[in-house]
């Protein structure tokens, strides 16, 4: 073997043992995304104005109507999205509306390509594709697990290697598998009545 063949084999060897020994990239820091007076300061809105939304003491409120939704400025594919919701219960109708949307692929329209993780009562916690996306092995007619209108309920959501973990009000109480898209925005929707949401945060937890 020659000189060359050496060296070129040699270098092969080594950038194999730096991929082989090179960890994901690190989970991120915690992200706040409660606006503390202005929604423009962590979302974009989509389909619906602006003045859709409004925040009040860190509390984002959606009138419901028009539909639409207001977006996340970046991406994610592996991350820990958290917050609380409740409807406003004041005329409220039985079943109120509105939904998580995960992984939204471009264009933005009201009711793109992406998962939903519903928020209507009384199937909240349900999971499916909407505009084409795909997910696998979700429940789909979830019932029963939000608390009386107007009291605050929890949702954490973990996306990692496309499969989706949904914990509700401190219990795990869906999942699926096979996320498409794999990396996208995600979304609050407006959608039918007014709403509320607080203490949102997202880790991004790194992986490609």
Same mark, same amino acid.
């Given at each position: 073997?020659?000189? %060359?063949?050496?060296?070129?084999? *040699?270098?092969?060897? =080594?950038?194999?043992? &730096? *991929?082989?020994?090179?960890?994901?990239?690190?989970?991120?820091?915690?992200?706040? +995304?409660?606006? !503390?007076? $202005?929604?423009?300061?962590?979302? &974009?809105?989509?389909?619906?104005?602006?003045? /859709?939304?409004?925040?009040?003491?860190?509390?984002?409120? #959606?009138?419901?109507?028009?539909?639409?939704?207001?977006? /996340?400025?970046?991406?994610? /594919?592996?991350?820990?999205? !958290?917050?609380?919701?409740?409807? $406003?219960?004041?005329?409220?109708?039985?079943?109120? @509306?509105?939904? *998580?949307?995960? $992984?939204? =692929?471009?264009?933005?329209? %009201?009711?793109?390509? #992406?998962?939903? *993780?519903?928020?209507? @009562?009384?199937?909240?916690?349900?999971?499916?594709?909407?505009?084409?996306?795909?997910?696998?092995?979700?429940?789909?007619?979830?019932?029963?697990?939000?608390?009386?209108?107007?009291?605050?309920?929890?949702?954490?959501? /973990?996306?990692?290697?496309?499969? +989706?973990? +949904?914990?509700? @009000?401190?219990?795990?109480?869906?999942?699926?598998?096979?996320?498409?898209?794999?990396?996208? %925005?995600?979304?609050?929707?407006?959608?039918?009545?007014?709403?509320?949401?607080?203490?949102?945060?997202?880790?991004?937890?790194?992986?490609?």
């Amino acid at each position: 073997m020659n000189k %060359t063949r050496v060296l070129v084999a *040699v270098a092969i060897v =080594a950038w194999a043992i &730096v *991929v082989l020994v090179t960890p994901p990239a690190a989970a991120g820091e915690v992200e706040p +995304l409660s606006p !503390k007076n $202005n929604i423009s300061e962590h979302w &974009v809105p989509e389909v619906a104005p602006p003045d /859709t939304w409004s925040v009040k003491d860190g509390v984002i409120i #959606c009138k419901g109507q028009p539909h639409g939704y207001i977006r /996340t400025k970046k991406e994610y /594919t592996n991350y820990l999205f !958290k917050l609380e919701w409740r409807y $406003n219960p004041e005329g409220a109708p039985p079943n109120p @509306n509105s939904g *998580v949307l995960l $992984n939204i =692929a471009p264009p933005h329209k %009201t009711w793109p390509k #992406c998962v939903e *993780v519903q928020l209507m @009562n009384p199937e909240a916690g349900s999971i499916f594709p909407l505009g084409g996306g795909v997910v696998k092995g979700a429940i789909e007619k979830l019932k029963g697990k939000a608390r009386p209108m107007g009291e605050w309920n929890s949702y954490e959501i /973990t996306v990692k290697d496309g499969r +989706l973990t +949904l914990v509700f @009000n401190g219990e795990k109480v869906n999942e699926g598998t096979d996320l498409e898209p794999r990396r996208g %925005t995600i979304a609050l929707q407006s959608e039918g009545w007014e709403i509320h949401f607080r203490n949102i945060s997202i880790q991004d937890l790194g992986g490609e």
